[in-house]
C-alpha cells in the first residue's frame, strides 16, 4: 500500500461528514502516525491557519456540591474529594476575573457553575454576568449543567456565544461513569442549545479506565450529531483522590493522545480541537505533536476549575518556541 493510497481517503473526505463508520475510523485511528499526521495536517491546513493557536479562560464561578455522582469529578457531592462547596460568585468578581483573563491574552471566557440545572434565580444572575463579560470584548462561554429551551433561549438573549456540555466518553461505556444523568439527557441538552442559536462546546474526557474503542467510539458520537460542535475540548482526567475512577484510571500512551487528536481533526474538520484539562500532564514534545495533529486551543490560567494547568508563562515560552501566534486562524 503507497502513501497516497493511504492518505487519500481523509483528505477526499475533509468536508463536515455525520455517516462515519466504525471500521473507517478505526482504520485512519490504525494508519502509520506519519500517514496519520499527514492527512490531519491538510485537513487541518484546508479549514484554519495551523500556526495559530485560540486561547480561553475558564473560571468555575460556583464549585462544589454537584448532585450528580459523575465518577472523575472533584465536585461532586457523592464523594471525599475535599473541595469545598460554595456559593455563586459576585458578578463584580467575576468581572474582575474576565478582564485578568483578556488582559493575559484570552478570547474567550468561560463560567463554570456545579449544578444538575440551574435555578431560576441562578440563571438571570449568571445571564447578567454573560451580559457583562460580553461588554469587556471577550467571547462567552458557559457550562451549567442541563438546560431547558427556554433556558437556553434566555443564555442566548444574554449575548452568550457558545455552551459547554461534553458526552464525557463513549455510549457503551457512558454507565460505567455516571449514573445519576443518561447520554440522551445530554443529548437533549445539546439539542435545546442548538435550537437556542447557541454555538456548541462538546467533548470528552480520556483516561477513565475506558478502552480504545471508546476513545473512537465518543468520536464517533460527536461526528455523528446534526451539527458538529464549534469547540471539541479533549481532556486528559486530572487525578482526584476519592472518587471511583481513580480505581481503574489509567493515562494514555502519548502517542495513543495524539492519534485521537489526528482522528478528531479528519473527522471534526472545522471544528476547533480544544487540549483542556490534564495539559500539566504533558510535555511541550507532546503539546507540539498534538498541534501538528490538528490541535489548535488551550485554556490559559493556572487552575482549571478545581486542578491545575500549565503556567501562563510556560504556554507563552511554548508558543514563541514553536513560532506560533494566538487566535483561532480559520480559514
Not at 493511504?6 to 462515519?20: L, N, V
Not at 502516525?33 to 500556526?51: G, S
Not at 469529578?73 to 473541595?83: D, E, I, K, L, P
Amino acid at each position: 500500500m503507497t502513501e497516497m493510497t493511504r492518505t487519500e481517503g481523509p483528505i477526499q473526505h475533509e468536508e463536515a461528514r455525520h455517516d462515519w463508520t466504525r471500521a473507517e475510523a478505526e482504520a485512519l485511528h490504525a494508519l502509520p502516525l506519519p500517514d496519520l499526521l499527514f492527512a490531519a495536517q491538510q485537513v487541518h491546513r484546508r479549514h484554519f491557519d495551523a500556526t495559530r493557536v485560540e486561547t480561553a479562560s475558564l473560571l468555575s464561578i460556583k464549585t462544589g456540591g454537584c448532585p450528580e455522582d459523575c465518577g472523575y469529578c472533584s465536585q461532586s457531592a457523592h464523594y471525599r474529594t475535599g473541595v469545598k462547596a460554595t456559593r455563586l460568585m459576585d458578578q463584580d468578581a467575576v468581572l474582575a476575573a474576565a478582564a485578568a483573563a483578556k488582559a493575559a491574552g484570552a478570547a474567550r471566557f468561560c463560567m463554570a457553575a456545579a449544578w444538575r440545572n440551574p435555578k431560576p434565580r441562578d440563571l438571570e444572575r449568571v445571564a447578567a454576568m454573560v451580559t457583562a463579560v460580553k461588554a469587556l470584548g471577550l467571547e462567552t462561554c458557559a457550562t451549567l449543567g442541563m438546560l431547558t429551551p427556554e433556558q437556553a433561549g434566555r443564555l442566548k438573549d444574554a449575548g452568550l456565544d457558545y455552551y459547554n456540555h461534553n458526552v464525557d466518553t463513549s455510549p457503551e461505556y457512558y454507565a460505567e461513569i455516571i449514573t445519576t444523568r443518561t447520554l440522551d439527557d445530554r443529548l437533549e441538552t445539546l439539542a435545546n442549545v442548538r435550537a437556542a442559536g447557541l454555538k456548541v462546546c462538546c467533548g470528552g474526557i480520556v483516561g477513565l479506565g475506558e478502552g480504545q474503542d471508546d476513545r473512537v467510539g465518543m468520536l464517533l458520537l460527536l461526528a455523528s450529531l446534526p451539527e458538529h460542535p464549534e469547540s471539541v475540548p479533549l481532556n486528559l482526567w486530572n487525578e482526584v483522590d476519592g472518587v471511583p475512577v481513580k480505581a481503574q484510571a489509567e493515562r494514555p500512551d502519548p502517542i495513543a493522545f495524539v492519534r485521537l487528536v489526528a482522528l478528531a481533526r479528519l473527522m471534526l474538520p472545522r471544528s476547533v480541537i480544544r487540549l483542556s484539562a490534564g495539559r500539566q500532564y504533558m510535555s511541550d514534545e507532546l503539546q507540539t505533536l498534538c498541534f501538528l495533529a490538528g490541535a489548535n486551543s488551550i485554556f490559559l490560567g493556572d487552575i482549571l476549575l478545581t486542578t491545575k494547568n500549565p503556567e501562563r508563562q510556560r504556554d507563552a515560552d511554548l508558543l514563541a518556541r514553536l513560532g506560533m501566534r494566538t487566535g483561532n486562524g480559520r480559514a
